[in-house]
């Protein structure tokens, strides 16, 4: 079987700065919810099996009590952050398991069902459906690999390696010196890309490399400059570093058996009425049979 794992964050971003805005009876903004419910279904309909969906119910998480500057949810248009109730209600409904975040972060939630996922010898792939660059540290060989659904690009290990220059492995590390302005932190000044990949390349991980840059790999370039700003800032770096990493500890399922879709619950043709996509309903139950076929 092969385990898709979706960033529900990021598809209702995605759809909501996509699609033409449309409001239920109510007034409720519905659209972007709308457009990811029938973007999992096409994945349904694709024949996917066995699937799960993370939210962040809350933008904020555990990491802004470690780290002031990390990102809230000052900024999202209500209409968007009024829209994550009514997603996973809907996916719920549509009888996918859903993981709303509060605690941690969706993308946690995804992490911790790959790797849980991947333990199971039944399982031949899991598929991480964002392109968020966190992910990239879950990617295993070819096992475990990152789905950019809009693009419809897949990147596997060696695929991390060629866009980052460093392995999985790596990448809490590359995030900690180059900094990920969408979470909030800044890395460290004189750390760019191209640098931080040749001196990760060569240690993987911050404890690796040595305080003597006369120590380094003589093809680094800057080493002198690049090993004092990193243990003159060796706390921030740690720092970065933990909010870079994702959490496996996050309860998601049991068994992988769980996250096999059976079919829409009885409460999904009232939620599509609600979405006004009564289309919907039918659609699912027409994908359903075709899955027990």
Known sequence: MEIYLVDGTYELFRHFFAVPQSKSADGQEIAAARGVVTSVMSMLDRGTTHIGVATDHVIESYRNDLYDGYKTGDGIPPDLWTQFPILEEALDALGVVVW???EFEADDALAAAAAKAAQDERVKKVVICTPDKDLAQSVVGTRIVQLDRRRDTIRD??????????SPQSIPDYLALVGDTADGYPGLKGWGAKATAS?????????????DSSAWNPNIRGAAKLAATLFENWEDAILYRTLATLRLDVPVFDSVDELRWNGPKASFEAVCKRMKADNLFLRADAIHKAHIK
């Open 199 to 211: 001196v990760l390349s060569q240690y993987p991980h911050l404890e690796d490399i040595p305080k």
């Open 100 to 102: 709303p975040m509060i």
């Open 157 to 166: 290990e060696q695929g991390i390696i060629e866009k980052f220059g460093v």
